[in-house]
């Protein structure tokens, strides 16, 4: 008996296996896990909102991408606001966080292959001498700004860089919250750290979802709603606030169910279309993209599993969830 799943998402031609285990013809046999659990990241979510061809680029063509300065500033300013709460709270100053941005641009380094070129000569941005130094200002003026916006001297987070998960109809729904505060009555405010500047309101939704997915699964976990989503925008010094409700959330829920059977239709028909908008400007795979005169690569053998393989659609981008 296949899994409730599948009928949504299978392909021409599949067949079960009598151990639960499926094979995609075409495609290379694969097992288990991936006929049990579906999966989804507000990341992964908003690409494919934003255009089907760019989810493809991502999650089916895999076509690997390097961090930018600007994205890898944003892991560093998040990884000191989330090391400073471990200090008590008189000692929460400005002199102290800064002091913290050389040694845990070091760890990062260390810990993630992928942030040791990102300071290499020839990016527009670092290309200039001491390239390093003024780098690191920059993501010490990040910090400095966020005293600006919040005391934490006054704060004392329930949790930092909280990893959540639900399930809503057999889909999981995961990601990555970067602070949760708890009141004394219960009420939860969920905060997240961005280190560019607030967007019009043209480019909010964006943000304002990714809040909104964190806030039903943490109501899914929790049995409560969320009281308020706080985004804090460091880039320009401005804190964007917002009360949801269960009717938000709610349809937030249908929303993510409507777009994993729009991304299945998608897998299985093949069919990723590019969608036009302003952010084409800041694509990672514009040079692909046909509509400004590149070529897709071929369609992978095994495109229907890897448009779906949960380890990809459900995964949270460490550097870029982190930094717009
Ligand atoms: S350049 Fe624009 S249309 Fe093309 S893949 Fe990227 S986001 Fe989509």
Same mark, same amino acid.
């Given at each position: 008996?296949?899994?409730?799943?599948?009928?949504?998402?299978?392909?021409?031609?599949?067949?079960?296996?009598?151990?639960?285990?499926?094979?995609?013809?075409?495609?290379?046999?694969?097992?288990?896990?991936?006929?049990?659990?579906?999966?989804?990241?507000?990341?992964?979510?908003?690409?494919?909102?934003?255009?089907?061809?760019?989810?493809?680029?991502?999650?089916?063509?895999?076509?690997?991408?390097?961090?930018?300065?600007?994205?890898?500033?944003?892991?560093?300013?998040? +990884?000191?606001?989330?090391?400073?709460?471990?200090?008590?709270?008189?000692?929460?100053?400005?002199?102290?966080?800064?002091?913290?941005?050389?040694?845990?641009?070091?760890?990062?380094?260390?810990?993630?292959?992928?942030?040791?070129?990102?300071?290499?000569?020839?990016?527009?941005?670092?290309?200039?001498?001491?390239?390093?130094?003024?780098?690191?200002?920059?993501?010490?003026?990040?910090?400095?700004?966020?005293?600006?916006?919040?005391?934490?001297?006054?704060?004392?987070?329930?949790?930092?860089?909280?990893?959540?998960?639900?399930?809503?109809?057999?889909?999981?729904?995961?990601?990555?919250?970067?602070?949760?505060?708890?009141?004394?009555?219960?009420?939860?405010?969920?905060?997240?750290?961005?280190?560019?500047?607030?967007?019009?309101?043209?480019?909010?939704?964006?943000?304002?979802?990714?809040?909104?997915?964190?806030?039903?699964?943490?109501?899914?976990?929790?049995?409560?709603?969320?009281?308020?989503?706080?985004?804090?925008?460091?880039?320009?010094?401005?804190?964007?606030?917002?009360?949801?409700?269960?009717?938000?959330?709610?349809?937030?829920?249908?929303?993510?169910?409507?777009?994993?059977?729009?991304?299945?239709?998608?897998?299985?028909?093949?069919?990723?279309?590019?969608?036009?908008?302003?952010?084409?400007?800041?694509?990672?795979?514009?040079?692909?993209?046909?509509?400004?005169?590149?070529?897709?690569?071929?369609?992978?053998?095994?495109?229907?599993?890897?448009?779906?393989?949960?380890?990809?659609?459900?995964?949270?981008?460490?550097?870029? +969830?982190?930094?717009?």
């Amino acid at each position: 008996m296949p899994p409730s799943t599948a009928a949504a998402w299978r392909p021409p031609g599949d067949r079960w296996l009598p151990d639960g285990c499926r094979e995609v013809v075409g495609g290379a046999a694969y097992a288990g896990r991936m006929t049990q659990v579906r999966a989804l990241s507000p990341s992964r979510a908003a690409d494919f909102m934003q255009c089907p061809l760019m989810y493809r680029f991502r999650v089916v063509d895999r076509i690997p991408t390097a961090p930018s300065p600007a994205a890898a500033r944003g892991t560093l300013v998040h +990884a000191v606001l989330e090391r400073l709460f471990d200090l008590p709270a008189e000692q929460r100053t400005v002199a102290a966080a800064v002091a913290l941005v050389r040694p845990q641009w070091a760890r990062l380094v260390e810990e993630q292959a992928e942030l040791a070129g990102v300071l290499d000569a020839g990016s527009d941005e670092v290309a200039e001498v001491d390239v390093e130094g003024r780098w690191l200002d920059g993501a010490a003026a990040l910090v400095r700004q966020w005293f600006d916006l919040e005391d934490p001297t006054r704060l004392e987070p329930a949790e930092r860089e909280l990893y959540v998960e639900t399930e809503v109809d057999g889909l999981v729904l995961r990601g990555y919250v970067d602070r949760l505060d708890v009141a004394a009555d219960g009420a939860l405010r969920v905060v997240d750290y961005k280190t560019g500047r607030s967007p019009s309101e043209l480019f909010e939704g964006k943000a304002l979802f990714q809040m909104k997915f964190y806030a039903l699964v943490l109501w899914r976990l929790r049995g409560v709603v969320p009281r308020m989503l706080q985004l804090v925008y460091l880039g320009n010094g401005e804190i964007v606030r917002y009360v949801p409700d269960e009717a938000d959330l709610l349809a937030v829920e249908r929303k993510v169910k409507a777009l994993w059977a729009a991304i299945e239709r998608a897998a299985v028909d093949g069919d990723w279309r590019p969608r036009q908008s302003r952010l084409c400007d800041w694509c990672d795979y514009k040079e692909y993209c046909p509509l400004w005169g590149g070529t897709p690569p071929p369609l992978p053998d095994d495109a229907v599993r890897r448009a779906l393989d949960p380890a990809a659609v459900g995964a949270v981008d460490v550097v870029s +969830a982190t930094s717009d």
